[in-house]
């Protein structure tokens, strides 16, 4: 844990210098949403409804997949990542630490650009709701950092990496992307917050969410450390 640390903090150092992940993700997420308010011309409160989860979560997806390559890239340039999987930490102690940091990145930036575009769109969500929409986002970010970071490492070095990592990556997460879509819709849905339907449809969608981040918990630092080493 000490050497996750010790990587973690030194990404997190690096960002908190150049800002360059957070500050393209951020402005790459807010872009986003105003060309999806612009296209479907929100101005009806059901179509606000609708298209909303999927305005959060496309942004969640494509801002995210800027930031993995990002995170990547920057160890590429200097053959840090050689010099990583060459020391004492073990292949393991860097994927959770790269993991931790896409994580982080991914979360922040969606703390910024989720009340942006609730406020853009026009939408009041209840207390309860932006709960539930963030916890649904924290679940989202955490499988979509896990499968990002291993396919990320993996095609690190393979032309056209830009397009090949969201044309894998994106496949493998649909389960978090229909679960957080889902999660998202009954959060900002006009019904009372205290309808039982509606708390059981959200428990469902967490825990299939949930489900998928503990399989590859479990199996994404394995397969890094099987794929980087050969």
Do not use: C
């Amino acid at each position: 844990m000490k050497t996750v640390w010790l990587i973690l903090s030194k990404d997190v150092l690096v960002e908190l210098r150049t800002r360059e992940v957070m500050l393209t993700m951020g402005l790459f997420g807010v872009l986003i949403v105003v060309i999806f308010a612009f296209t479907f011309q929100l101005g009806n409160d059901h179509v606000i409804k609708e298209v909303a989860p999927g305005i959060i979560w496309v942004t969640l997806a494509f801002s995210g997949n800027l930031g993995i390559a990002r995170v990547i890239d920057r160890e590429r340039e200097s053959g840090v990542m050689q010099a990583l999987l060459l020391s004492p930490a073990g292949p393991a102690t860097i994927f959770w630490a790269k993991a931790l940091g896409v994580f982080i990145f991914i979360v922040a930036t969606q703390l910024v650009v989720m009340p942006l575009a609730l406020v853009f769109v026009g939408i009041n969500a209840p207390a309860e709701g932006i709960l539930l929409l963030t916890g649904g986002i924290v679940l989202g970010a955490l499988g979509f950092a896990l499968i990002g970071t291993l396919f990320g490492a993996m095609l690190a070095d393979v032309r056209l990496r830009e397009v090949l990592i969201p044309v894998i990556v994106f496949p493998i997460i649909i389960p978090v992307l229909i679960g957080g879509a889902e999660l998202a819709l009954i959060a900002l849905a006009d019904q009372p917050p205290i309808d039982q339907t509606r708390l059981a449809a959200s428990a469902r969608w967490m825990a299939i969410m949930g489900g998928f981040d503990l399989v590859y918990l479990a199996l994404a630092p394995w397969l890094f450390q099987r794929v980087m080493v050969d």
